[in-house]
């Protein structure tokens, strides 16, 4: 979703083309967007955030940009990667050249075994909430962006592998799931 220095999400896409490089071309979804021009207050800069969801809001205080976000209790297995949907990103840009930044970070469980694993659920020790809804803040260009999960967020996250994914005695299998910075 990007909101093009005003308060109006719009839906973009990758072009396929663009698809697995670093810097990436991305297509305006015509016919969607997630706000109406009612109260649209204008922005000193572009704001994109992945994975687009109509329900992702960007509000300002003062120097910040906060996205209200939804960070999902489940993640889907992908080999020696994350589940799509599942690793926010967010930029802040006066142009149109847009660079994320990661908002959280990855747990990578390296398994061996002979068993086969259906899904992985993480928690804290201390009860830390690591999904549900949550608030992304992130100021000018080159600043490192911060999350705050808000007190209804979930304690938990599962990693579910489809169809399992049978281990190895001799090679670790590679198990990434994104959780939010937390003690």
């Known amino acids: 979703i990007v909101f093009l220095k005003n308060t109006i999400g719009i839906k973009y ?6 698809a ?12 969607e ?9 204008e ?5 994109a955030y992945y994975p687009y969801s109509s329900s992702v809001a960007c509000n300002i205080s003062e120097s910040e940009y906060m996205l209200d976000v939804y960070l999902p209790e489940s993640q889907t297995y992908v080999k020696d990667s994350f589940g799509p ?8 840009s006066e142009s149109n050249n847009i660079p994320f ?24 020790k ?3 909430r690591i999904a549900g809804r949550a608030v992304v803040k992130a100021a000018v260009p080159n600043t490192t962006p ?28 590679e198990f990434i799931i994104s959780i939010p910075p937390t003690v």
């Open 20 to 31: 697995g490089k670093t810097n990436a071309t991305f297509t305006k979804v015509q016919d």
């Open 146 to 173: 911060s999350i705050t999960m808000s007190a209804d967020a979930t304690m938990s996250i599962t990693l579910n592998c489809e169809n399992g994914v049978q281990l190895s005695e001799e090679a670790p299998t």
């Open 13 to 18: 896409q990758l072009d396929p083309q663009s």
């Open 101 to 124: 930044k990661n908002v959280c970070g990855a747990m990578k469980l390296l398994l061996k075994g002979g068993q086969k694993v259906s899904s992985i659920r993480l928690e804290g």
């Open 43 to 47: 922005l000193a800069h572009n704001i």
């Open 33 to 41: 967007n997630t706000g109406d021009n009612q109260g649209v207050a």
């Open 85 to 92: 949907g599942s690793f926010p990103m967010i930029s802040v």
């Open 126 to 128: 201390n009860n830390e």
